[in-house]
């Protein structure tokens, strides 16, 4: 081996790297290195030409100074000229530099390419290999354009090294992963495939990784490796533990390999040729059974990269999802490592168990290992560990084990970590409301989650008790029971009292019977908190004070008192201010009558998601919660329950939409216009005509307990659709930037591009105002069977914007399979307290995603023909609504993403296109032809395609275009 | 792989390679964030975490640490044994390889480890062929050194 810092080490470097580990402070160290560049800097600059050697030193000196993490400026024209040194260690530190600090300069790009492109044909392996170095660390575009076609021939050539192949195998999957549209494998597909078979081991190790990335994304064209990599699997499998020399691994035949071919077959379905499946059968039950050998080694090298390809086999055997025997077989081994003195295993445990739990073949196996989990729950020294058991808890909580799951995750609640209390004060909440059999264990376990962990509880856990005590009737009594026993505690959180003014204000009267809970003791329980609470629990306790005196007249003159003294009717908060002087006339002018229809209780709430789902989703991101999906059904029975006035409410949140109040007390303190009075309103202005202007009613009708709607909920929806809102789709369908929307305080601008299937797109939100929009806040959803056919992902923004700002926000869009819906943008904002609440159409259009293809005329009337079913035809005749100028047809029709095709129709004056719609699940070639009559000033538009509903939206749209 | 880095005790980037296109604030950001994460563990703690949306690997070997950020489809130990490998490369070819080894020859360390792994993923799991790579590398320069004038 050779000695290090050999002959050549660069003297000058070492001594810079000692001066630098000397220095004493980080100014030192700063002062040091600008002495350094200046130096390099001056030589850099110098007349005298630098030789090779001094000139690589310096190069790597600013390397080693980058890496420190300082700026470099310079030196890449230096790097770049070591590239073209015929010593290697020149050229290799110049490639490093360029690896290390790539720089888009186009004018440097363009030199560097022309080293590599030199070195790639120098038919020299170890130059070879590292122009190919290069590439795979810097992956830019501009590389993938020049070397894409290059690469796959140097892979597949015959004569080529295997060091060379391996390179370039993984610098090809560098590059596809980049930029994929450029990596083109067509022709090379099966001799790629094959490479599963070479003799040499590295070939095959790398060039998996390449085939893996490929058959995730085309796997109707790679499935042939699905044999090959079992045949392959089963020999490494089978084979002793020195059969594979070098390859083997603290005693495992070429664990890497192994790992990477069960990976492999998991992009697949189960192999549907018998002979492979049975030998792919045989494998994974030889791993099983390898897994209770004694370990041939005591180094944990040896035990780790043997479970590397356990855990690996349990990963396909779940993604199978289809044999039973194993299944349970890989649950058993998994309860095994549950114990297992390797916290490494018991996490990896945990974390693969979550997703058996999930089968039904496993679900029950995973069951029993409860105890093992709740234990780990419990004794786990690691965070990370006692997180993944919650994970499995909750994973497999069912009817049957609710309650006890439940119950520890209340008690591990009050030691949690503080970095997951949020989280479990989330999964509490779902599994108590998911497996609620009786109510009253429900809100038990509400209550005590806000005993224990009340700063967690936010406000999505308290607004669904609400609702669904208000939805039940059975269980109203013994809510109000339960929060008037918990608000005797002399340290109550805010949450509860939160809780219990809200309900004892609704349903106080169903324990005023006992003299225990009269109506002043309930009373003078609530105000014994008042002073220690938030303005906005103030102003839910004074809502529940005015409830109260229609439930109770006989509180009437306490409340009033209470009402009427200069800390509530000249409080320095507006909001409570307000409702002070509101409740105080109201209950003084209204008859009993008025009051107690103003007052009435709240009806039941629509059905809805629970919001506590959905928040833990947005958590987890999605998927992450799979497990609650299926239970929609349960969750209805449970919170549609009372019928009682149910239609009323509906239809008194739809009168209300527009009204604000995104939280449930709507702390606002301008009014809003009266025209969005809901239908109780006029009830009000009619109470209020002598004591003044109608922004008193405003005040009432903007609480979430006296409109007799339940607004907190209803108006946080997402508005429909603007009317326009197809419209301004339809504008995006031949381009891709523009303004969406605009309206007097929001202007909305698109930028997106597409790439294959992938789109990303960037929203520009400007706020036209001077004013800031607050709880600024966006969502897109994608309505209906539109779920399954497009992934779309986004970031959240900022909830502040501030006047005259813009805020971006990137959409990330992924096409599984053709579709027609569009997805939808939701904004919600405040502007000077009123909520805006706008719905549009996001212009994702099925046209994004086509490929345009060239092709002459004889293979597009070939083709054409081919198309010639009825249903994959769609044709429209219409009238032109613009002007027929040819330029601006083209240049739609190429806005489209097709190829516009010359001199392929006979009719000079028609147009054809061609191009291929690219989605996750399959490509659909698609034929375009437009026959223009100007003398009618009609269009005749044909479109041909494998598909017929693509066929038919690509006309559908395309014809609102001309 | 997305990213490995290499820190010692004192929370020093000794080594940092990139898989995906990363600008450098954000690089500096992750390292910063990541490296004060893993120092605050304690020893016996499992060598996992999940980590922003990535699954993060790491091991200690005497004062450096060596951590791998993967993505959630990938195999946490073959991951941790990818990092074995690399140091059991490290050591074979520097000899008992230490801290200052990897500090002094940087350029050597980062040639090893595009030997052995490339654009994130196994390139050679053979020790033997890593090695001789490396070797017929050095070689060739020690040739070019001796006929050089």
Known sequence: MPAVSKGDGMRGLAVFISDIRNCKSKEAEIKRINKELANIRSKFKGDKALDGYSKKKYVCKLLFIFLLGHDIDFGHMEAVNLLSSNKYTEKQIGYLFISVLVNSNSELIRLINNAIKNDLSSRNPTFMCLALHCIANVGSREMAEAFAGEIPRILVAGDTMDSVKQSAALCLLRLYKASPDLVLMGEWTSRVVHLLNDQHMGVVTAAISLITCLSSKNPDEFKTCVSLAVSRLSRIVSSASTDLQDYTYYFVPAPWLSCKLLRLLQCYPPPEDGAVKGRLVECLETILNKAQEPPKSKKVQHSNAKNAILFEAISLIIHYDSEPNLLVRACNQLGQFLQHRETNLRYLALESMCTLASSEFSHEAVKTHIETVINALKTERDVSVRQRAADLLYAMCDRSNAKQIVAEMLSYLETADYSIREEMVLKVAILAEKYAVDYSWYVDTILNLIRIAGDYVSEEVWYRVIQIVINRDDVQGYAAKTVFEALQAPACHENMVKVGGYILGEFGNLIAGDPRSSPLVQFNLLHSKFHLCSVPTRALLLSAYIKFINLFPETKATIQEVLRSDSQIRNSDVELQQRAVEYLKLSSIASTDVLATVLEEMPPFPERESSILAKLKKKKGPGAVSVELEDGKERGELNGGGDRGGDAAIAASNASTPSPSADLLGLRSTAPVSGTTPSAGSLLVDVFSEAGPSATSAGVNDDGFLSSAPPTVASEDPAPPLPESDELLNKFVCKNNGVLFENQLLQIGIKSEYRQNLGRMYLFYGNKTSVQFVSFNTTVSCPGELQSQLNVQTKTVEPLVEGGAQVQQVINIECLTDFIDAPLLNIKFRYGGALQNISLKLPVTINKFFQPTEMAAADFFQRWKQLSQPQQEAQKIFKASHGMDTEVLKAKLLGLGTALLENVDPNPENYVCAGVIQTKAQQVGCLLRLEPNAQAQMYRLTLRSSKDTVSQRVCDLLAEQF | ?149
């Open chain 2, 1 to 149: 792989m997305q990213f490995m880095l290499l820190f010692s005790r004192q929370g020093k980037l000794r080594l940092q390679k990139w898989y995906v296109p990363l600008s450098d604030k954000e690089r500096k950001k992750i390292s910063r964030d990541l490296v004060q994460t893993i120092l605050a563990r304690k020893p016996k703690m499992c060598s996992f975490l999940e980590w922003r949306d990535l699954k993060i690997v790491y091991k200690r070997y005497a004062s450096l640490y060596f951590c791998c950020a993967v993505e959630d489809q990938d195999n946490e130990l073959i991951t941790l044994e990818i990092i074995h490998r690399y140091v059991e490369l490290l050591d074979k070819y520097f000899g008992s390889v230490c801290e200052l080894d990897i500090i002094f020859n940087f350029e050597k360390a980062y040639f090893i480890l595009d030997e052995f792994l490339l654009g994130g993923e196994a390139q050679e799991t053979s020790k033997k062929n890593v090695l001789k790579a490396i070797e017929q590398a050095d070689l060739l320069q020690e040739v070019r050194l001796l006929t050089d004038p």
